[in-house]
Every structure is written in structure tokens, then in C-alpha cells.
């Protein structure tokens, strides 16, 4: 009797998120009602209160799992003070762009202009600056370590932000190889561009 009691809470979850993330690139996030969702996912409002408390802890609940899944992807894939460097930044890009196409609609609603949730953004870079920062330990800087790692991940997302736009107009690897040309010989040197000392 249990688990069809957590296979129906399990259904009503994913058919409200599913509803959610539609809309949520139908109309945006300030033009979705609760009743909106409730439609879409052919459920009652009551059913929707059964599981959250409002439209902003659906939002969060559904932020903080995909940024959940996003971090403990990166935990396995780059072993704790794995010194940084070049590829391993390029591995770092290669695994989140595939992570964002495992999930395209709910990326896009949530990194688009027209509807983006800052929050989200801060928060993917925080998880880019944690997973850096851990392999710099080892590493004598001769820049701040605060601005390294804020330009990494600043550029981290606005190439993510950029690919999201342009409907993932190249591969996840073709996108990180490019990414770690531009970080390991610097933008102008990666595009050809002679630089006079």
C-alpha cells in the first residue's frame, strides 16, 4: 500500500514540475499562477499545496535539485585537489554542458534574458568556484585568487548563457575544447590576435 501512496506523490511531483518548467518557457516565471500549474498538470490546487507551499518554494525545491545533481555530477568527475589546469577546466565545461542538455527546458528557463533567475546563476557559479578553488591549494598564484576565481566562472557562465541562446549551436566538447583554449592562452592569443608585449 506504501509505495503506491509514494508512486502517486512520486507522479504528482514530476506532473507539476513538468507543468512547471513548460510554462516557465511559455509565459516566464512572474506570469505563471498556481493555478496555471495546476491545469497543466491536470491535478486540483489542493493537490499542488499537498507538496509546496507556494510558487517560489517550487521554484527553489526544483532549483536546488538540478543544482544538487549539477554539483555531486562535478564532485565525481574531478577528484577532490585535482590541481587546475587547462583540461581540467575543459573537463569541468565538457560535463556541465552535458549535464544542460540532459535537461535542456529547464536550463533555458531558468538562464534565458527574458525570464532568468539570478539566483540560479549565482548559484552555478558558486558550485564553478568551489569545484576551481579546490584545485588551487597547491598552486602559487600571482593574481588574486578571488578575481581568478571569478573571472573563471564569470566566463564559465556567460559561454553557458551564450550556447543556451544560440540553441547549442555546438557540441558540449567541441564548446569545452574552444573554452579551454580561450583560458589556457588567454582570449586574444586563442583567437590569432598577435599581442605586443
Given at each position: 500500500?506504501?509505495?503506491?501512496?509514494?508512486?502517486?506523490?512520486?507522479?504528482?511531483?514530476h506532473s507539476i514540475k513538468k507543468a512547471f518548467i513548460e510554462l516557465l518557457n511559455e509565459k516566464g516565471y512572474e506570469g505563471i499562477t498556481i493555478q496555471d500549474i495546476a491545469d497543466k498538470a491536470m491535478i486540483?490546487?489542493?493537490?499542488?499545496y499537498l507538496h509546496y507551499q507556494n510558487k517560489p518554494d517550487l521554484l527553489n525545491v526544483s532549483m536546488d535539485e538540478l543544482l544538487e545533481e549539477l554539483n555531486s555530477t562535478l564532485k565525481q568527475c574531478s577528484s577532490s585537489k585535482t590541481p587546475v589546469s587547462g583540461s581540467m577546466l575543459e573537463q569541468l565545461m565538457q560535463t556541465i554542458l552535458e549535464k544542460i542538455k540532459d535537461n535542456i527546458p529547464f536550463y533555458r528557463a531558468l538562464l534565458l534574458d527574458e525570464n532568468r533567475i539570478y539566483g540560479f546563476q549565482s548559484k552555478m557559479e558558486e558550485i564553478i568556484k568551489n569545484t576551481v578553488e579546490d584545485g588551487l591549494d597547491d598552486i602559487s598564484l600571482k593574481i588574486s585568487k578571488e578575481l581568478l576565481l571569478q573571472y573563471i566562472a564569470s566566463t564559465f557562465m556567460g559561454?553557458?548563457?551564450?550556447?543556451?541562446?544560440?540553441?547549442?549551436?555546438?557540441?558540449p566538447n567541441e564548446l569545452a575544447s574552444q573554452f579551454g583554449k580561450i583560458l589556457t592562452h588567454g582570449h586574444l592569443k586563442a583567437a590569432g590576435i598577435s599581442i605586443d608585449d
Open positions: 500500500m506504501n509505495k503506491k501512496i509514494d508512486l502517486r506523490i512520486l507522479r504528482s511531483k486540483n490546487r489542493n493537490t499542488f559561454i553557458v548563457i551564450w550556447w543556451v541562446k544560440n540553441d547549442f549551436s555546438y557540441t
